[in-house]
Nanobody
Framework: QVQLVESGGGLVQAGGSLRLSCAASRGTLSSYTMGWFRQAPGKERDFVAAISKSSTRTYYADSVKGRFIISRDNAKNTVYLQMNSLKPEDTAVYYC??????????????????WGQGTQVTVSS
């Protein structure tokens, strides 16, 4: 099981941008489909975006499509989430996850048991 560390969160005004990073503290990410999820206070953890091993395919939740971009740099063992045009409803703790088998779209419908510490994103209105 690869160990993941999220970073890059913070406080930003509505309309602003942030870039999140997900790095592997142990293991190699190139073998995995990678995804981002988020959990707002009092809500379930939701799928945000996912990317295939070679970056050829991506998949996004409707709520972030056109605003967020997922990318990866396998040489740096890191996955990114560029978040633009942020809205207060994007406020959540953001987590990344890895999957050996799923497609990016498939990650949206799977449940994962192991999570990192996440990174807090707060968007003020």
């Amino acid at each position: 099981q690869v160990q993941l560390v999220e970073s890059g969160g913070g406080l930003v005004q509505a309309g602003g941008s942030l870039r999140l990073s997900c790095a592997a503290s142990r293991g190699t990410l190139s073998s995995y489909t990678m995804g981002w999820f988020r959990q707002a206070p009092g809500k379930e953890r939701d799928f945000v975006a996912a990317i295939s091993k070679s970056s050829t395919r991506t998949y996004y939740a409707d709520s972030v499509k056109g605003r967020f971009i997922i990318s990866r740099d396998n040489a740096k063992n890191t996955v990114y989430l560029q978040m633009n045009s942020l809205k207060p409803e994007d406020t959540a703790v953001y987590y990344c996850a890895s999957d050996l088998e799923a497609t990016p779209q498939g990650m949206a419908f799977r449940k994962y048991d192991y999570w990192g510490q996440g990174t807090q994103v707060t968007v003020s209105s």
